[in-house]
């Protein structure tokens, strides 16, 4: 069993930045590929990134390659979203999540999902 809890979200203008921190629970988070997926209002839940337990690499989706980064601390428990050069389409609640077989691109793939953290972007 794996609990994940975002932070870090919150209000920017355009062209700022935020960093996202997800904290698991459990004492097998390094053994999980985890994710980050956001859902804005009206709007299906969709990828962002994901990294392998390793950390070794990671995959984004192409609206925010090159803007964000993922990265994880295992010692910790974390994994971390920077989001840099925000734009106001970035506007959403964000979600981390944990996948035991691996990185994927798509929601069925993970087992875990913390409750979520808002970002807002202002024009």
């Known amino acids: 069993q794996v609990q994940l809890v975002e932070s870090g979200g919150g209000l920017v203008q355009a062209g700022g930045s935020l960093r996202l921190s997800c904290a698991a629970s459990?004492?097998?988070?390094?053994?999980?590929?985890m994710g980050w997926f956001r859902q804005a209002p009206g709007k299906e839940r969709e990828f962002i990134t994901c990294i392998r337990w390793s950390g070794g690499t990671s995959y984004y989706a192409p609206s925010v390659k090159g803007r964000f980064t993922i990265s994880r601390d295992n010692a910790k428990n974390t994994v971390y979203l920077q989001m840099n050069n925000l734009k106001p389409e970035d506007t959403a609640v964000y979600y981390c999540?944990?996948?035991?077989?691996?990185?994927?691109?798509?929601?069925?793939?993970?087992?875990?999902w913390g409750q979520g953290t808002q970002v807002t972007v202002s024009s």
């Open positions: 999540a944990a996948a035991s077989r691996g990185a994927a691109t798509t929601m069925r793939n993970y087992d875990y």
């Open positions: 459990g004492r097998t988070f390094s053994t999980y590929a």
